[in-house]
């Protein structure tokens, strides 16, 4: 199966980059979702209009989960599913910036198995396939595979390291940051930064296809707890999530504290 629908994924993801950039980020049109649900453009509606006709056309048999469409719980119900975010990383694309990702993956039975994540801007395409390995514009992923240290550089929003979410003192490593949680997940597979994480509950379409480049670059991904993350769920939200080399990960786990100081 990775075999099959990985070139369908980065196929899917260039032709969604060239409908991406044809927009003019600062002045397409935009509005904020309800529920302070952050922003949506014109561009991020096109953009999931031509993943859904490419990719269902393709696999008509697949379940669709996007940030940009209505959930339908007949996915629950697929053995396979779609797992897309359009654009991730949409306050970059609106302020003109390049750091936002056109993200695709496939997950079977709750596993991610086939992932492309392309950056247009940027001109990066991630993909991997489940034992097929992790690339970056067709050049194999390794992720690093070093401790914790003052040196780790750690990709997270500056509240992640707040005292409370933590059983001591937040770990003294060098936090980074990017906009995209896509694009946080494919550097940590491309061995740019050490490990992310993020604790607040987070939608699968931003995980899902970043998930399994990290896995198959040689890195660990879990939730906060440490718990494997599963996809397609009923309600498609994982508890924060934390990855990197596996002992830059077991250590970030082992420090992080309860569920509830998050």
């Known amino acids: 199966m990775p075999a099959t629908d990985l070139p369908l994924l980065i196929d899917a993801a260039r032709i969604a980059g060239r409908v991406a950039t044809s927009f003019a980020g600062p002045t397409a049109a935009r509005w904020d979702k309800p529920g302070d649900a952050g922003p949506v453009t014109e561009a ?9 006709r490419t990719l269902q056309l393709a696999r008509p048999n697949y ?15 697929a053995d396979t599913v779609f797992i897309i975010d359009p654009i991730d990383g949409t306050r970059s694309f609106v302020e003109g910036g390049r750091t936002w990702a056109i993200s695709i993956g496939v997950a079977h039975r709750g596993v991610v198995t086939a992932a492309a994540i392309y950056l247009p801007l940027r001109d990066k395409l991630y ?18 595979q070093g401790g914790m240290t003052s040196d780790s550089k750690v990709l997270a929003a500056r509240p992640t390291f707040d005292a409370k979410h933590w059983r001591g003192d937040a770990p003294a490593v060098e936090r980074h940051y990017r906009p995209s949680l896509a694009y946080r997940l494919s550097l940590v597979g491309e061995g740019k930064f050490d490990g992310m994480l993020t604790l607040r509950p987070t939608w699968e379409w931003d995980i899902a296809a970043g998930s399994l480049i990290v896995s198959e670059a040689g890195g660990t991904i879990t939730d906060r707890t ?3 993350l599963r996809f397609n769920n009923a309600h498609p939200a994982l508890n924060g999530v934390v990855a990197g080399g596996p002992g830059l990960h077991r250590a970030l786990v082992g420090e992080l504290g309860p569920d509830h100081a998050a």
């Open 44 to 52: 991020d509606l096109a953009v999931n209009e031509v993943l859904s």
């Open 63 to 77: 379940g669709w989960l996007s940030e940009e469409t209505e959930d339908s719980a007949a996915r629950l119900s």
């Open 127 to 144: 993909a991997a396939g489940a034992g097929l390995g992790a690339t970056l514009n067709g050049a194999p992923l390794v992720a690093t």
């Open 226 to 228: 440490g718990a494997p």
